[in-house]
């Protein structure tokens, strides 16, 4: 067993045994929304505030309102706000890389929209009136690795049912011609997936066929069908939402063959579907579901068959690699310590954490160990003005790529006691251009998390 390890296994022999799993948690907010069904929901992540777009009130009549959830309360947009005209069963979902809220299509007071609007915090602006043809029941998802929102399907004039794909790069419309595509329907849903990238497609309904409950992924060229071993029941009005945290895509509610009657949520992990036999939302469709990132859970409000009510699904053991402490710069500055992608300390996952901006081909140490309650100055060793974070570190060396990054890794075993075991990491690396020869990363504190 090496020194890792041993470590590691130290750390867990002071914790008590925890228990966790992400669960469902009704909350009690002191203004919300009236009840209503098919609204646009989507988190804004640039404000830290879940943003619920019109619908329709229960039953019928379309709400020309704006909503915004803090993670306590609800609040209304002003009035003054010129928002967009009202609808149902249209799609939005947040640009990451321009910071806006991208609105699309739904049915109208006068009928099917193919508007594209965008919400900036502030002020809505229209942004396009052409590009997909007017529809709703469409699906929308931003892919953050391409900087695209990709949109698909949906049911326009003369119930005409599409399975076209088109794309927004926030300034035009761009129809994709893939060699494979799903079949045309409308009431699917898309998201990104964090595990294997591309956007994510489950589900949907087309006239006279039953819900479906295929898996497909868009990567950007062509969508490919995926043959996962466990399946969710087919359906259509459902919603799906990207826990970038948990790293998994979750599907709740939505009306399966004998109408909305699924309680359970179930999470795609990569591979295949996995059922939350959890204490759920009652059975709904045509909810609203975002993720909201700054709090690390996903987001649920109104629906079929329901009151106005919100509920947030998350773990109370978060997994975490946050920050502790400044580094000291090298030849070309501060060694930046990061985690790799969307990867986070999990039981059961492997972990990797990344060093980047030091010099091509250098070796690098990655010291890990327990927390140490006050800084350890490095200035005996030389390194004036340096800090140490961990105690009785472990370094493992590992060889900057000519990139100038280094990975390490940790494989975390699939046990609940380590759930909330913390450890504190930063990196040495040797540059013999900085001033004292050896520079230092910023330092992190890890914290393992139950899923």
Request: proline share 9%; net charge negative; hydrophobic share 35%.
């Amino acid at each position: 067993m090496n020194h890792r390890r041993l470590t590691f296994l130290a750390a867990v022999s002071c914790t008590p045994w925890l228990a966790a799993q992400a669960h469902w948690t009704r909350l009690y907010p002191s203004n919300s929304p009236a009840a209503r069904l098919e609204a646009a929901m989507a988190f804004d992540a640039t404000r830290g505030v879940t943003s619920l777009f019109s619908g329709s009130l229960l039953p019928g009549g379309l709400l020309s309102e704006h909503w915004l959830f803090d993670g306590t309360t609800w609040q209304q947009v002003p009035s003054s706000v010129v928002l967009p005209p009202p609808r149902t069963l249209g799609a939005m979902c947040f640009d990451a890389g321009r910071d806006v809220l991208v609105l699309f299509g739904g049915n109208g007071p006068n009928g099917q929209l193919q508007d594209t609007w965008e919400w900036n915090g502030t002020t809505w602006s229209p942004r396009s009136t052409t590009g997909p043809s007017p529809r709703y029941g469409v699906a929308l998802a931003y892919d953050p690795q391409r900087a695209q929102t990709v949109l698909f399907g949906g049911i326009g004039s003369g119930s005409t049912v599409y399975g076209d794909t088109w794309e927004w790069n926030g300034s035009q419309w761009s129809q994709r011609s893939p060699q494979h595509a799903p079949s045309p329907r409308q009431s699917t849903a898309l998201a990104f997936d964090p595990q294997r990238g591309g956007i994510l497609l489950f589900g949907g309904a087309a006239s006279g066929l039953p819900p479906m409950d295929d898996t497909w992924r868009w990567d950007g060229s062509d969508w490919q069908q995926l043959q996962p071993a466990n399946l969710p029941y087919g359906r259509s009005y459902h919603r799906m939402v990207t826990d970038t945290r948990r790293g998994r895509v979750l599907v709740l509610g939505g009306n399966t063959a004998g109408g909305a009657n699924d309680p359970f949520a179930w999470e795609w992990d990569g591979d295949t579907w996995h059922v939350q036999l959890l204490s759920s939302p009652s059975p709904r469709a045509g909810h609203a579901l975002a993720y909201d990132e700054l709090r690390r859970g996903v987001v649920l409000f109104g629906g079929s068959n329901t009151t106005n009510d919100t509920w947030r699904f998350a773990t109370d053991l978060p997994a975490d690699y946050a920050p502790l402490g400044q580094g000291c710069g090298g030849s070309l500055g501060e060694p930046v310590l990061d985690n790799l992608g969307y990867s986070w300390p999990w039981t059961g996952d492997t972990f990797t954490a990344r060093v980047s901006a030091v010099p091509p081909g250098t070796a690098t140490f990655f010291a890990t160990g327990l927390p140490s309650p006050q800084p350890i100055p490095l200035d005996p060793y030389g390194l004036i003005g340096c800090q140490l974070h961990a105690q009785a570190p472990v370094a493992e060396l590992r060889i900057a790529t000519g990139a100038g990054v280094a990975t390490w890794s940790l494989a975390i075993p699939n046990a609940a006691a380590l759930g909330g075991v913390q450890l504190a990491q930063q990196v040495f690396v040797l540059d013999p251009l900085s001033p004292h020869g050896v520079s230092l990363s910023n330092a992190r504190r890890l914290e393992v998390g139950v899923r």
